[in-house]
């Protein structure tokens, strides 16, 4: 992957010099929509251009829905106001119109990724006796089968069927090559191919497929391949509440 890049490196990456763009107002400066650094979401197909104003040439057309980050800007040129945007999943850079931008760092369209159940981890990522374990297992056995599962983060939900292995599962399609999956499920709540906010009801807590008792079985995967989740056993969990781990596709 790429490093990331600085404000300097990026400008020049965008055949701008360094000073001197016209209208172009610093970062700190009066109050403005968005910040540097800021994850944004296109609200419709978006085209991105190399250089602020209409004349510019097209780097790409983004889809609604894709997630940048906000690198420079803003500065007003024809009529628009216009931002740099590094556009995560595709790694492109360009400037795009603010009036076709939201912001994604909160509510449903946040990438951050979240615990999806109350409860206690009962065994976290990584090797185990067993063989390597891809995700993390939550366990609640105070409010048992059927405690709600909830996305982790927005996406496009499946379920899915695993007699030997995850029993009821669904598993959610998110940007950037990340995919969360919820394992050993009592119930579905959501239909295959659904869209789903973050914090939606998915489905409740089971004991389906290749299980010793009720729990959910959470991973993070990207390009399917297990990512990392932070957490001890033992430790609470709540759901909604953040993972410590940056999973902003970087
Ligand atoms: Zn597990």
Request: proline share 4%; glycine share 16%; no cysteine.
């Amino acid at each position: 992957m790429p490093e990331k890049l600085n404000r300097r490196s990026i400008v020049k990456s965008l055949g701008i010099a360094a000073t001197g763009i016209a209208g172009t107002a610093a970062f700190g400066g009066t109050a403005s929509a968005f910040t540097d650094g800021e994850q944004v979401e296109a609200t419709t197909r978006l085209n991105t251009r190399k250089r602020p104003g209409t004349e510019s040439s097209v780097v790409a057309t983004v889809n609604a829905g894709e997630v940048g980050e906000i690198v420079n800007g803003p500065t007003d040129e024809d009529g628009y106001r216009w931002w740099g945007i590094h556009w995560l999943n595709r790694d492109v850079w360009g400037w795009s119109v603010e009036r076709y931008l939201t912001s994604a760092g909160g509510g449903s369209a946040g990438t951050d990724i979240v615990w999806p159940m109350d409860g206690i981890i009962s065994s976290d990522y990584g090797q185990r006796s067993s063989g390597f374990h891809g995700g993390v297992d939550v366990d609640n056995n105070v409010t048992g089968v059927g405690t709600p599962i909830y996305a982790a983060r927005a996406g496009t939900a499946y379920t899915a069927y695993d007699s030997g292995g995850y029993g009821n599962y669904v598993y959610i399609v998110h940007e950037n090559g990340y995919e969360t999956e919820y394992g050993h499920l009592n119930s579905f709540a959501v239909s295959d191919g659904q869209r789903v906010s973050r914090g939606d009801h998915i489905g409740g807590m089971g004991n389906s497929g290749n299980s010793t008792g009720p729990h959910l079985h959470f991973g993070i995967e990207r390009n399917n391949s297990p990512k990392p989740i932070p957490s001890d056993n033992y430790q609470t969990v709540s759901a909604l509440g953040a993972i410590q781990k940056d999973y902003s596709g970087l």
